[in-house]
């Protein structure tokens, strides 16, 4: 148990579904990630939020919507998807995302999604 | 552009030592971390080194040369349970962490 929690664990979607993705961290911290993890590659930042603001968005398409109502919730809403989307999504948090050397990021068990 | 290489899989014995390598090319360079992944889990933080030398923490070690772009994990009398994925990450001038594809270590008995 990180103190990261993620739901859920498994999705399988059509593309012209919408979904969501939740994630709940319970440290206290003030940042989120949402990160992409696909088979054999880096892990793909996503999406970063700091005290409920994002702050960073990697040029992710507009089919991946995120939202942080505040700093223990995030979420990913999910539209129209492709099938090159399918992969692990993790969340992760740290207690800030300053310019901090040494900031460790927790990690939630990730959502794996099928896109059919 | 920005790159961190890391062996694809590598395979040991239990009981044995293991090092796996890590070599980077970031824009500056901030600390590099180690995490260990398990088969439908989350990572985990091992290590973080941001100085030269070698950082000891029980049966897990880890390296870091600057100079040479160049850290190591080394894991020493292996267990079935160090079966696992370990990602590599350095923290760019712009404390922006860049990741590795990560090692997937197996362990023969």
């Known amino acids: 148990e990180t103190g990261v929690t993620q739901t859920p664990r498994h999705l399988v979607m059509g593309m012209t579904n919408k979904k969501s993705l939740k994630c709940e961290q319970h440290?206290?911290?003030?940042?989120m990630y949402w990160y992409k993890q696909s088979a054999k590659k880096p892990l793909e930042l996503m999406f970063v939020?700091?005290?409920?603001?994002?702050?960073e968005n990697n040029s992710v398409p507009s089919r991946f919507s995120p939202e942080c109502p505040n700093s223990s919730h995030l979420f990913l809403h999910l539209h129209t998807l492709q099938p090159e989307d399918s992969a692990l999504y993790l969340c992760a948090s740290s207690q800030d995302f300053t310019g901090l050397a040494y900031n460790e990021q927790f990690f939630g068990p990730g959502t794996r999604l099928t896109v059919l | 552009g920005q790159n961190i290489d890391q062996p694809t899989e590598m395979t040991a014995t239990e009981g044995a030592i293991v090092q796996i390598n890590c070599t980077y090319q970031t824009s500056g360079f901030n600390g590099l971390f180690w995490y260990q992944q398990h088969a439908g889990e989350a990572p985990t933080f091992l290590s973080y080194n941001v100085l030269d030398g070698l950082e000891e923490k029980g049966r897990f070690s880890s390296f870091l040369s600057r100079s040479k772009g160049y850290s190591y994990l080394l894991l020493k009398e292996l267990q079935m349970k160090d079966s696992a994925s370990y990602l590599c990450?350095?923290?760019?001038?712009?404390?922006?962490?860049?990741w590795g594809a990560g090692t997937k270590l197996i362990i023969k008995p």
């Open positions: 990450a350095v923290l760019d001038s712009n404390y922006q962490l860049i």
């Open positions: 440290l206290g911290h003030n940042a």
């Open positions: 939020y700091s005290l409920e603001e994002r702050v």
